[in-house]
């Protein structure tokens, strides 16, 4: 008779309590705990979108027999996503998954959905009066302490100008006055905290000042109708022509539009302005209109929206595997922005400061790698393109869209680093040295150094696989002609071949090395066979997920008594 204790012993694990859907504000602290029954010894992982948690400064996992926990300190808005915990043991598995939404904290207005930059910038031109000559730049910024601020005209920076600056509500107004005559100059304007840094509009003025008032002019209006699904980001994107400072308003259906969280207005500069349905749903629907004021008078673009339910529509919504990150480059640099996309077979297209990038150009490069990695290359990049860049994916039945954003921010260069580069030659970019195999244990730490040497200053990119390094344990130290990769905790899914890859407007070079990780394998897999036969007994295993990375001569379980 086989007694309940044993049957128990043959089953899988059974869930108690499993975490709840959750939305939470960013900076908040996140706790899911799950409890479980099983008799049998059992392993768990914890993994969001698919990719596996690994513990780090933020993440804890904390493990009793029958109780798993994650905790995430320091929520940011790239945390969301589809968290699940899997719990297996010899006889079976079970899942269970949550949605966890990380929201902004409320501001007054935002440019642009940007996870990884505690600075937000804006673009605006505020209420100016023609005689005042008067440049405005506006900048909202996340962080807790105020940022610093640097001014720039034509490249070089300013100490001594007739400029306010008013602080207060996280947002920051640079007023640059000239009482006697705007010169023909470019205004650019640094914002930088202890986190990072990023730029206010540049703004250029043509320096004169009998210019005819003429009304502003629409040079591509809204589109007719515009079609989109609950949850999809929107954005409604026009284009003007207008010398004059001038200020804009959204209506939908006769009823001005607040510029909030959910509404956001948008200047990416070069006249081109959006309004940004940032999660639509069906009330949303109805007549957009955008009406654009300055002293030579008004024009005005509208267009009919309509949100449809999700319910009708097919569920493949592409996701976002990897998202861009933010770059803070010089003039004259190359900069490369990769977002990883699932299904493969997904339509992409790209937007620099709200235009669609329809082909490639000399200076703009786009590609699709066959595992999903989209890449933009932008050589040589210039003013016009700081500010917003996004990835959108459309579904292949061309109903949903996901989207992505990240901010370029182009950075001046210093007249005394100009003409020290008038005495430099152009170089192609080269390594110095090479990268080398090596062989790790789990938990320690790798560094990976490389030396490099070209002429624009190259940008460097950390490779695994083919693919970004953006891993929560991983730490990459840059300056000028050395990369250091630092690896802290490494563990069995980060082996594989390593890349450092270097590129600037006059070419590339790459170097490699595989890194092994090995550790304890794990215990055979499956239940044991057992043969009986006139000398004994043969006990055979299957081989074990993990082999440790090495190839195993054996097993040793020790006070394991078989008796016949």
Sequence with gaps: MVSHLECEKDRAPVFHSIPQDQTVTEG?????????????????????????????????????????????????LSDSGFYRITVENDYGRVEASIHLKVIENPLSSTVSHNDNDPIR???????????????????????????????????????????????????????????????????????????????????????????????????????????????????????????????????????????????????????????????????????????IASAGGTCRTQSRVKIMETDCVSKSIPQIMMYPQSYVAEQGSVVIICAHIVPLNCEIKWKVCGIVIEKDSDNVQMKTNSDGLNI???????????????????????TMTTTASSMLTVTPILNDKKKSENFTAIHH??????????????????????????????????????????????????????????MNGINANQSGKYAAFIINNYGSDITSASVTVEGPPDPPSGKPSVALESQGIIVNWCGPPYDGGCMISGFLKPETLYVH
């Design 28 to 76: 908040a602290s996140l706790r899911l705990t799950c409890s479980f029954h099983s008799q049998t010894g059992c392993w768990t992982t914890w993994d969001r979108n698919g990719i596996v948690c690994v513990p780090s400064h933020r993440i804890v996992m904390v493990e009793s027999p029958n109780t798993k926990c994650l905790q995430i300190s320091g929520l940011s």
């Design 121 to 291: 910038m804006k673009r605006q031109i505020m209420k100016n009066s023609l005689d005042s000559d008067m440049v405005v730049l506006t900048g909202q910024y996340r962080s807790e302490i105020y940022p610093s601020l640097k001014v720039y005209f034509d490249n070089e920076v300013q100490y001594e100008i007739n400029y306010d600056q008013i602080m207060g509500n996280k947002q920051t107004i640079i007023r640059i006055k000239d009482n006697t005559q705007l010169e023909a100059r470019i205004y650019c304007c640094i914002l930088q905290s202890i986190s990072g840094k990023t730029s206010a509009t540049v703004a250029k003025s043509s320096g004169n000042r009998n210019r005819k008032i003429l009304p502003p002019k629409v040079l591509e209006h809204l589109p007719n109708s515009v079609t989109s699904f609950e949850g999809c980001e929107t954005d409604l994107t026009l284009r003007i022509d207008n010398s004059l400072p001038f200020t804009y308003v959204w209506l939908r259906n006769g009823i001005a539009i607040e510029d909030c969280n959910e509404f956001r207005y948008i200047d990416h500069g070069r006249g081109v302005i959006s309004l940004r349905i940032v999660d639509p749903f069906v009330l949303d629907s109805g007549t957009y209109e955008c009406i």
């Design 376 to 398: 933009l290359y932008i050589h040589n990049v210039t003013y016009d393109q700081c500010g917003e860049i996004q990835c959108m994916a459309t579904a292949p039945n061309h």
């Design 429 to 486: 970019p080269y390594f110095l040295n090479t990268l080398e195999n090596c062989r790790v244990f789990a938990g320690s730490t790798i560094t990976l150094e490389v030396k490099f040497h070209g002429y624009p200053e190259p940008q460097i990119i950390w490779m695994r696989t083919g693919r970004p390094i953006e891993d929560i344990n991983a730490s990459i130290a840059t300056k000028p002609g050395c990369s250091i990769l630092t």
